[in-house]
């Protein structure tokens, strides 16, 4: 283990450095004295559920997600009930990772669909049927809201009003939100929305990744490292902090960059950044 280790709430989320494999990640993780990981269901699924979990275990790592279960806006019944299956896959394979938060994306307009509302009250029929499925399990639903540029094919929550005006419908140890400073730092009314999520106990999990300008043209694998680009992540740290949130803080960068390095190489460069643009505590 490193001489000195990550902050104590830093988690890796595995697509910062989605070229290492689990095992690798593992080792990589104890070099850097990294404790958290947030964990993706593809690579997961592919090396086993159960023995990611006891990889995980045996590693002394703490799982503090898993993403992404959601895309739930289907119109068509056969589509919607494919999703919800898939959906309680994802919350029993969160549920044997050992992970208490299972991330939602809402999913997009379905295909010639115009209508946002119509698409979001499904997300929430969806939920009523999933969440206490989930609470059975020990799991919490965290719906994030994504950038508005992704509202039409990938998530039409697009505002922390909006996931929260689905999160309420709920008892809050059920669903909650996820603050992803990616997508919400361009909203001034968001530090409010993480005060009112604080207040009722519904943020389930914080992720961190810079804004670069320009973006590069596949805006998907674009975000930044931490300190490259216009985000302030203190500050959002403190709002969290603030709203009275102590848990894990998970950096997730999609980058395509990034992912040609070293994978070792990145950890240790994203920790360096996680304590000089966010902080040791």
């Known amino acids: ?53 006891e990889l995980m275990r045996d590693s002394g790592l703490t799982v503090t997600t898993l993403c992404r279960g959601g895309f739930l806006t289907a119109d068509d019944p056969v589509e919607r009930q494919e999703a919800l299956g898939d959906n309680h896959a994802a919350i029993d394979e969160a549920a044997t990772l050992g992970t208490g938060t299972l991330i939602l994306v809402s999913g997009g307009l379905p295909v010639f ?27 919490r639903l965290a719906i994030e809201p994504l950038h508005p540029m992704y509202a039409a094919d990938r998530c039409v929550v697009s505002t922390l009003a909006q996931a929260l005006d689905l999160a309420e419908r709920f008892p809050a140890g059920q669903v909650g939100v996820a603050v992803d400073t990616y997508h919400v730092w361009w909203d001034d009314r968001a530090p409010a929305q993480i005060a009112r999520a604080g207040a009722a106990g519904r943020i389930h999990a914080f992720q ?72 040791r505590r």
């Open 1 to 53: 283990m490193s001489a000195d280790p990550a902050p104590e709430r830093f988690s890796v989320n595995q697509m910062t450095v989605k070229q290492l494999s689990l095992p690798e990640l593992a080792d990589a993780c104890a070099e850097s004295g990294v404790r958290g990981v947030g964990l993706w269901r593809e690579p997961v699924r592919r090396y086993g559920v159960e023995a990611a979990a």
């Open 113 to 139: 669909g115009k209508d946002l509302h119509g698409a979001r009250e499904r997300v929430a029929d969806a939920l009523a049927v999933l969440a206490p499925y989930a609470a059975d399990r020990g799991v």
């Open 208 to 279: 961190l990744a810079d804004w670069t300008v320009p973006l590069p043209a596949g805006v998907l694998n674009g975000r930044g490292q931490l300190g490259d680009g216009t985000i302030d992540l203190r500050a959002w740290k403190e709002h969290v902090d603030a709203a009275g949130y102590t848990g894990p803080i998970e950096v997730e960068l999609f980058n395509e960059e990034l992912w040609t390095r070293d994978g070792r190489e990145v950890l240790t460069e994203t920790v360096e950044r996680y304590v000089t643009h966010v902080g």
